[in-house]
């Protein structure tokens, strides 16, 4: 399959078009060019066009792109177009707002259970999900085939929950500690102090051009 | 001064030598090499070396670098040795988490109120912050002096309040909204959905790997 040559960049860039397109179709678009779209979001159209062909095109020349089509290739290149079923490990206050996150169910990804080691949290509900012992995590994943670990508990276990979710058969693990997580399955993290202190720096450099 | 020229690759990569020197002092380790740093990171000791280069080096050859200088010179880097107030737009779920988020205080970023547009929200509380009517946004800015306006509100209206709020004189723009915001002052955004699909993504090639 030609995508699995795909580069990073070009990957980190899909959901981007995949987000735009969306509005596009909900704003009644039927078709848009490769120079719209890169005017658009801020990127060139020879760089769209090159982004495209990387998964075979989807466009003919000169007629722009289907919209609706578009976003349906790029739903299934990011196999959005799949159900998954996912548990959270914290349930914590970042737990909790994932849970109750509507993003996610639209586009297939559901959260089916909580775990979290705190014996107040276990036995109640987060959104009608169970918060669960985490004693329990590797066989519940088992049992139930979990396709996604996000893991929303402290820096210090996170390596530890990935070892143990992975060993259990979990595909993929979506980590939120402060820690860069090293595993056998596909890991992407989200490290929010990153992100805030990206954002001081540049305030810190606009500072200095004042 | 030198690190204006510095590329947001490099940048990006400070945070996690942060995350990771930060570990190592609570280890209490006092000193450690380009080598050694390299390797916990997945990094190589001559991409290392390059990055603090950057930054005008901290390191004496064959040394090794000073762990919590070396910290302290990268939090300066990242502006995070200053205190920031902040604002949330947007008081429900991911509002709300990051209003609790402990990490952020801990870096000298105050949250000190939340907006919103729903009455019943408004007037309450969040972690003792009080959730405030979306109306007094840019009067609150401009009285408060506040540096950062973290938007976790929907998508059709985050580009308006970033444009309300850089206009009361807002210093950045922390945006959770699945939308590219476009301002005047810095934006950093956090989009979940983005990191989501490229997990899916690395899961479906897994599978025809399979």
Redesign the interface.
Known sequence: ?E??KVSDAV??R???Y??HLK?LEEHGVDCVSSNALAKQ??LTASQVRQDFNCFGGFGQQGYGYNVRKLRREIRS????D?E?SAIVVGAG??G??IT??G??QE?G?HIVALFDVDPDLIGKAVNDKPVLDVKGLGQYIKDHDI??GIITAR?SVAQQLADSMAGAGI????NFA???I?SK????N????????????????????D
């Open positions: 399959m995508f699995r990957v980190k899909m959901p981007r995949y987000r509005i979001l801020g290149i990011l196999a959005i799949k998954y206050n970042i909790t707002a109750y996150f993003g996610f586009e990804i396709d996604i820096r595909k993929g693990i979506w402060p820690v860069d090293v399955v596909p890991v992407e989200v490290h929010l102090f990153d992100s805030i202190s990206n954002l001081t720096y540049k305030i810190g450099k606009n500072k200095i051009t």
